[in-house]
T-cell receptor, first 112, second 111 residues
Framework: NAGVTQTPKFQVLKTGQSMTLQCAQD?????MSWYRQDPGMGLRLIHY???????DQGEVPNGYNVSRSTTEDFPLRLLSAAPSQTSVYFC???????????FGPGTRLTVL | TQLLEQSPQFLSIQEGENLTVYCNSS?????LQWYRQEPGEGPVLLVT?????EVKKLKRLTFQFGDARKDSSLHITAAQPGDTGLYLC???????????FGKGTMLLVSP
C-alpha cells in the first residue's frame, strides 16, 4: 500500500493563477480531509469529505474548492491564488471521522 | 470556534532531561490525540485518549487525559536526540466530528 500520496511536493504560483493539489489514498478510507500548516498556527482544517459525493467546509475554506467523485481521490483546487495561501498543505484519510488519520507527506506551496 | 491551547511553544533541552507538554481547553473533548511531526513529513499519530483520567505509556512517553476531559499532557522521560520534532495535540470536541489542532510544541534535544 502506498498510503496517502500527494502531488506535487513543491509548487510556486503567481498571484491569480489556478492549480489543483492532488491527494489519493489506497486504503479504502471513507473520510478524507485537507489541512494547511503555517508557522506557529498548527494545522487548520480547510475542507473534508465523509464519503464520495459528500464534502463540507472546515475552519478556513475561503479560496479553496474540493470535490470527491471517487473514494480514492480528494483534490484541492485554488481558483485564484493569493499570497495568503502560501503554506504547507496536508491531506489525511481515515476509515471514519473517529479513526486514526493518516497524513500524506505534504505540498509546499508558495504564491508570489 | 473551539480553542485548544498548547504549551510551551518551544523547548530546547539536553539529552537525558525530562519534559512535559500541555494541551488544554475550556471545552470538553470527546477524545484527544497526540501527534509527532518531523521536518518535511506529515504528522504521525502517537496516541489517542478518550476516558477522563486515562494514562497511556509509549516507551519513554507518558500521556495523561484530565479527569474533566478538558486537558492533557505529554511527559517524556530521559529525552533523546531522536525525540526532536514537532509535537501536536488534536482534540475532538463533544458534538463535533472534526479535529482541532493545537499550535504545536517544537522540541529540540541536544546531545
Amino acid at each position: 500500500n502506498a498510503g496517502v500520496t500527494q502531488t506535487p511536493k513543491f509548487q510556486v504560483l503567481k498571484t491569480g493563477q489556478s492549480m489543483t493539489l492532488q491527494c489519493a489514498q489506497d486504503m479504502n478510507h471513507e473520510y478524507m480531509s485537507w489541512y494547511r500548516q503555517d508557522p506557529g498556527m498548527g494545522l487548520r482544517l480547510i475542507h473534508y469529505s465523509v464519503g464520495a459525493g459528500i464534502t463540507d467546509q472546515g475552519e478556513v475554506p475561503n479560496g479553496y474548492n474540493v470535490s470527491r467523485s471517487t473514494t480514492e481521490d480528494f483534490p484541492l483546487r485554488l481558483l485564484s491564488a493569493a499570497p495568503s495561501q502560501t503554506s504547507v498543505y496536508f491531506c489525511a484519510s481515515s476509515f471514519s471521522t473517529r479513526d486514526t488519520q493518516y497524513f500524506g507527506p505534504g505540498t509546499r506551496l508558495t504564491v508570489l | 470556534t473551539q480553542l485548544l491551547e498548547q504549551s510551551p511553544q518551544f523547548l530546547s533541552i539536553q539529552e537525558g532531561e525530562n519534559l512535559t507538554v500541555y494541551c488544554n481547553s475550556s471545552s470538553v473533548f470527546s477524545s484527544l490525540q497526540w501527534y509527532r511531526q518531523e521536518p518535511g513529513e506529515g504528522p504521525v499519530l502517537l496516541v489517542t485518549v478518550v476516558t477522563g483520567g486515562e494514562v497511556k505509556k509509549l516507551k519513554r512517553l507518558t500521556f495523561q487525559f484530565g479527569d474533566a476531559r478538558k486537558d492533557s499532557s505529554l511527559h517524556i522521560t530521559a529525552a533523546q536526540p531522536g525525540d526532536t520534532g514537532l509535537y501536536l495535540c488534536a482534540g475532538r470536541f463533544t458534538g463535533y466530528s472534526t479535529l482541532t489542532f493545537g499550535k504545536g510544541t517544537m522540541l529540540l534535544v541536544s546531545p
